[in-house]
């Protein structure tokens, strides 16, 4: 797959914790991507933060680390990102999207051989 030069970063900002349906948000998310043959998707968790609600979420309290916050990152074109949205309004309670104009320098994958 080929990305053009000029695509979009779009970032999803959620709570560990977070669900949909039976599963974890996250991972309803990437799937859904994937479904939508978006370039890629990667989920990094937070050791410390804290969103709208001003509740800290931070690792070092035993409490508290079952909610870490979580950061998708999906790379694709406008059209590609577009077709995400509507699913993610449908499943985001409580969290931040935003979209930001990237340059793509390079996306290879691993060429497979017969």
């Given amino acids: 797959m080929k990305l053009p030069e000029d695509g979009i970063l ?3 900002l959620i709570g560990e914790s977070d669900r949909h349906g039976h599963k974890p948000l996250y991972e309803a998310i990437v799937h859904k991507a994937k479904e939508l043959d978006l370039a890629g998707a990667t989920v990094l968790r937070g050791i410390m933060g804290f969103g709208a609600s001003s509740r ?3 690792a070092k309290f035993l409490r508290l680390s079952d909610d870490l916050p979580l950061v998708i990152e999906i790379v694709d074109s406008e059209a590609y990102i577009k077709r995400l949205l509507p699913f993610l309004e449908e499943v985001i ?13 390079r996306y290879l994958g691993k060429v497979e051989t017969e």
């Fill in 10 to 12: 779009l970032r999803i």
């Fill in 93 to 105: 309670g409580e969290g931040l999207i935003t979209m930001e104009k990237v340059r793509v320098i």
């Fill in 56 to 58: 800290m979420h931070t």
